[in-house]
């Protein structure tokens, strides 16, 4: 079946680039000297953390304990859960690390590691935890200047029912960057702040076995990452329009988009109404710092080829409106066209579909079906 | 089971605000001489369906075919497909059509229009259609003063395998108002435009048996709906954030919201991290026309209560950050706190989930499942 056949909106994990981007992560994680535990939130599928984890020690990063059991069901053994722990999702992520070899919760929160050291003596396993740090994003983790935070780990490295594998970072704001100079800065301090932590917590006598750091973008341009032991990006095995905007890939490297057909065309206002919308690409606003005026995605032929100057205007449930910056000429893009959109946030993008239609070479090659809920 | 003992992030919907909210549009649309339709998109739910059409004629409105083939094997059999009929999709229709009393699809293209006769012509079945127009909107639909859009409708009307309906339209820039004055304006072009072509269509012979028009913000202010046949409004069904912001509802008349926990909790930023990101609650932007700092919805106590000029400052993928305006007391909101979060848009923040928990004074009394895809 080709491409041209599917009925639309539809999603489209074009292999050969994904495959390419796996590939070139892993090598550049071997470069930088720190083991790769890819993220596999972007595309929640075995199939592409299979490809992500080739050749690797086989661990991953997930964002939910829905996900950790989908991929604990899928042969993956080793698992960090990237968000900090609910109370009330202990009792089953003990259980969920009864059957892994491994599975790393995150705590930012006394009360958080007393719950779980609780659960752990309760339910009689041990608990692998990482203490989550703040490296400048303010989304989640402690403070590594403050002395309550050395405190936090002193206390998860001396708990019999814990298992305390070391820090934790994730720096998000690197999202939030204009230029490459700025995801640099970010990077840098990434990798800093948390060695600088991990050297102050030794100092003070916690054992720290592991350094974990890493996103899409700060990975994209480090050259150094002397004292980090792990890397956790994610989005690299799609990308996405943010991607490109920041620097991150080529519009080439973007495996994940969405196959739309034209079902309304506007000549008068320069527009086509296509039949994908904020249920198939996600409101995400994409890369606004970048480019003010970046709309909802990258419209592109179905061929792949980037429509120049148009953009994905507006979103409503159902329906994208594509304006183009030039006149639409009599006979092109009549009414069924099919067009593909590079959204801006392929995680959000792809979670609205319960499959992915994947391509080599716009063959349709298989049908890969990501795990939903939490 | 209390709502309370639910996993988080989960869908709730309040059973007695969405029948209070049905029995009211029920009620107006009596009232203004109007046969209701209701969209169902915003719920996707049978259960929610057969409310909104207790004591109607039974119709229904839909965004997607998916939609349409399950509640048409739920027991729907007159229903509108409200979104312009991508050619591809014609041939699914056609046999849908030919196991339902009705099933009106949506043309707005001389192409469409062909391509619908020459489907229900090669299937042996006779397409019912609607004519779409665009009251102000620009989303879709055909610009009633023009004299090509006259002649579309008669193209439709003369089609011996299309049976012509009437026309069709949406304010959907009902959305854009910042006042109630300027949701009336919208209200009464919604009304006028469609009324006016219908006039005009059958001053040039074409018959108009119906005509449809509806949004819910358009609904909540409308007064006199002369020479409109049918209303289509389906958020006022769970109503959310962006229908407070225009006047449409109360804060107490939202029957849909977003059960989350405290996972992290930050008062030197004054934040609490809770367990629902862009995955659960959309990243919609909200009625920022209205308010630019409304952020990502509106943070309630367990109970629904309103947490006085809180914000959902921002989302990721499974994390939200809510921020307070005053200081978070010690001892206040701990870890595993539940809150309810009102999403700033409803249709999108439901069709995240696989299931909603559905309760009656904060006991569950039943899981409704959405219908997904397209």
Same mark, same amino acid.
């Given at each position: 079946m080709r491409s041209e056949q599917l009925p639309t909106p539809a999603a489209l994990v074009d292999l050969d680039v994904l495959e390419r981007n796996a590939s070139r992560m892993a090598q550049r994680a071997a470069r930088l000297g720190a083991r790769l535990r890819p993220h596999v939130k972007t595309h929640k599928t075995l199939e592409a953390a299979r490809i992500q984890t080739r050749g690797s020690f086989g661990g991953i990063t997930v964002s939910t304990l829905a996900e950790a059991e989908f991929f604990a069901a899928g042969g993956f053994a080793d698992i960090t859960y990237a968000v900090p722990i609910a109370p009330a999702r202990l009792a089953a992520a003990a259980d969920l690390a009864r059957r892994v070899e491994r599975l790393?919760?995150?705590?930012?929160?006394?009360?958080?590691?007393?719950?779980?050291?609780? $659960?752990?003596?309760?339910?009689?396993?041990?608990?692998?935890?990482? @203490?989550?740090?703040?490296?400048?994003?303010?989304?989640?983790?402690?403070? =590594?200047?403050?002395?309550?935070?050395?405190?936090?780990?002193?206390r998860l490295a001396a708990s019999p029912h814990l298992d305390f594998?070391?820090?934790?970072?994730?720096?998000?704001?690197?999202?939030?960057?204009?230029?490459? *100079?700025?995801?640099?800065a970010v990077a840098a301090a990434e990798r800093d702040v948390t060695a600088k932590f991990a050297v102050r917590l030794r100092a003070a006598g916690v054992p720290v076995a592991e350094v974990s750091i890493g996103s899409t973008?700060? @990975?994209?341009?480090? !050259?150094? @990452?002397?004292?980090?032991?792990?890397?956790?990006?994610?989005?690299?095995?799609?990308?996405d329009a943010t991607q490109v905007a920041l620097g991150s890939c080529a519009l080439g490297d973007v495996a994940f988009s969405v196959l739309v057909r034209v079902i309304g065309r506007y000549p008068e206002r320069r *527009?086509?109404?296509? !039949?994908?919308?904020?249920?198939?690409?996600?409101? !995400? =606003?994409?890369?606004?710092?970048?480019?003010?005026?970046?709309?909802?995605?990258?419209? $592109?032929?179905?061929?792949?080829?980037?429509?120049?100057?148009?953009?994905?205007?507006?979103?409503?449930?159902?329906?994208?409106?594509?304006?183009?910056?030039?006149?639409?000429?009599?006979?092109?893009?009549?009414?069924?066209? @099919?067009?593909?959109?590079?959204?801006?946030?392929?995680?959000?993008?792809?979670?609205?579909?319960?499959?992915?239609?994947?391509?080599?070479?716009?063959?349709?090659?298989?049908?890969? $079906?990501?795990?939903?809920?939490?």
């Open positions: 790393n919760l995150l705590v930012d929160h006394p009360d958080a590691a007393d719950a779980a050291a609780a $659960c752990a003596r309760h339910r009689g396993v041990r608990l692998s935890v990482f @203490l989550k740090v703040d490296c400048g994003y303010h989304r989640a983790g402690v403070d =590594p200047d403050r002395e309550e935070s050395v405190a936090l780990a002193a594998r070391g820090i934790l970072t994730h720096a998000g704001h690197a999202y939030r960057c204009r230029t490459a *100079e700025e995801v640099r973008p700060t @990975l994209a341009v480090a !050259d150094d @990452l002397a004292g980090v032991t792990e890397v956790r990006p994610g989005n690299y095995a799609f990308f *527009e086509l109404l296509v !039949d994908g919308g904020a249920l198939a690409l996600s409101s !995400d =606003p994409g890369p606004v710092q970048v480019d003010p005026r970046c709309g909802f995605g990258i419209p $592109c032929t179905a061929a792949g080829e980037p429509l120049a100057g148009w953009r994905v205007a507006s979103l409503s449930q159902e329906h994208g409106i594509v304006r183009s910056p030039r006149p639409i000429a009599a006979g092109t893009f009549p009414i069924g066209t @099919l067009l593909r959109i590079v959204p801006n946030h392929s995680c959000l993008a792809a979670a609205l579909f319960d499959r992915y239609a994947v391509l080599r070479g716009g063959e349709v090659v298989g049908a890969w $079906c990501p795990v939903r809920g939490w």
